[in-house]
């Protein structure tokens, strides 16, 4: 649980260090997001962490608009 923390707070400041560690799903909108997306953070018990898109997308989320996260070369 405090690696989800961590990752909360680095996806709420935008944390370019913590590009390609993780990927975030949003459970509201079915949408997955890397930490640095300009989109609007969500609450925190409607966050899902991955550390790769494929996880991601295996769990039936799918890439954001915004973003694109499976852009990122370390996918």
């Not at 649980?1 to 909360?8: L, P």
């Not at 709420?12 to 949003?26: D, P, Q």
């Not at 509201?28 to 930490?35: D, E």
Request: include cysteine.
């Amino acid at each position: 649980m405090i690696k989800a923390e961590e990752y909360y707070q680095a996806l709420l400041g935008k944390k370019s260090e913590y590009e390609g560690v993780f990927y975030v799903g949003v459970k509201t909108t079915g949408v997955f997001c890397r930490p640095t997306c300009p989109a609007r953070k969500p609450k925190f018990e409607n966050c899902e962490f991955f550390e790769t898109a494929q996880e991601a997308l295996l769990a039936s989320f799918r890439p954001c608009k915004r973003c694109h996260p499976l852009s990122h070369p370390d996918q």
